[in-house]
């Protein structure tokens, strides 16, 4: 995090809750998350049914790297 975006964050929480107690709880309630929370929601919903995978890449000359496809999967 960047003093900028935490800015940018508080500026958009205070375009619809101006008030900085909204700001408070939300930082609060963020400090509260544990990692078996974290660790709860990740096999909820990071399962392979939902995963992608995404490889960037080219090959000589910008071309598409070898065995790259265009709008599917490989």
Known sequence: ETPASVAG????????APDLDVVRAYFTELGNVTAED????????????????????TGAGGE???GA???GAL
């Open 38 to 57: 974290v660790a709860h929601v990740a096999s909820a919903y990071l399962t392979s049914t939902r995963r992608f995978v995404v490889t960037l890449a």
């Open 64 to 66: 598409p790297a070898a």
């Open 9 to 16: 964050f508080i500026a958009s929480v205070l375009a619809v």
């Open 69 to 71: 496809t265009e709008g």
